[in-house]
T-cell receptor, first 112, second 112 residues
Framework: EAQVTQNPRYLITVTGKKLTVTCSQN?????MSWYRQDPGLGLRQIYY???????DKGDVPEGYKVSRKEKRNFPLILESPSPNQTSLYFC???????????FGPGTRLLVL | SQKIEQNSEALNIQEGKTATLTCNYT??????LQWYRQDPGRGPVFLLL?????KEKRKERLKVTFDTTLKQSLFHITASQPADSATYLC???????????FGSGTKLNVKP
């Protein structure tokens, strides 16, 4: 089944404790993105990747890092999480520039 | 900066009627626009894409229009059903084809 998977689905952590949210797609897609979703603010793009080793900032990149060492994986790294990064995070992928974007199931993060 | 507005109030309609959702934007010239459906606790699901040089797109009971002069897209669901109840998001994509800007969504309630 074609899908985008994220792990973990739920995470409670404390301020300053580094964490990684994994994202994997099995569709051989070139393009991948990370978003965060907050009430009243909608989905905001954090980072995106056009291919292996090619990444760029989205609208809200501060406090996040990404890497794309393999085509299928696009992990999101929070080096020193803060409470304002409490949010619902989505990973997404698409095959080409003007193509359907497929979203993962989301990771709900709470930073205390 | 760009601004995307969707009606934050829920739209309540009777089963069988046509639902019309609005997406307005300012300070932006998108290359294309997408509409997504999002159910509670799930990732958005792609519905339709319309390019800036297209006026209208249809898919089964769904229709989207795009007026770049008015800076507005309308999303229609004809013969609506209770199963269409969800939040609908619009997303604008610029000419770099990698940055996505989402509205905060409109919740649609279809009553039997």
């Amino acid at each position: 089944e074609a899908q985008v998977t994220q792990n973990p689905r739920y995470l409670i952590t404390v301020t300053g404790k580094k964490l990684t949210v994994t994202c994997s797609q099995n569709m051989n897609h070139e393009y991948m993105s990370w978003y965060r979703q907050d009430p009243g603010l909608g989905l905001r793009q954090i980072y995106y990747s056009m291919n292996v080793e090619v990444t760029d900032k989205g609208d809200v990149p501060e406090g996040y890092k990404v890497s794309r060492k393999e085509k299928r994986n696009f992990p999101l790294i929070l080096e020193s999480p803060s409470p304002n990064q409490t949010s619902l995070y989505f990973c997404a992928s698409r095959r080409g520039l003007i193509e359907t974007q497929y979203f993962g199931p989301g990771t709900r993060l709470l930073v205390l | 900066s760009q601004k995307i507005e969707q009606n934050s109030e829920a739209l309540n309609i009777q089963e069988g009627k046509t639902a019309t959702l609005t997406c307005n934007y300012t300070n932006y010239s998108p290359a294309y626009l997408q509409w997504y459906r999002q159910d509670p606790g799930r990732g958005p699901v792609f519905l339709l894409l319309i390019r800036e040089n297209e006026k209208e797109k249809r898919k089964e009971r769904l229709k989207v229009t795009f007026d770049t002069t008015l800076k507005q897209s309308l999303f229609h669901i004809t013969a609506s059903q209770p199963a269409d109840s969800a939040t609908y998001l619009c997303a604008l994509v610029g000419y770099n084809f990698n940055k996505f800007y989402f509205g905060s969504g409109t919740k649609l309630n279809v009553k039997p």
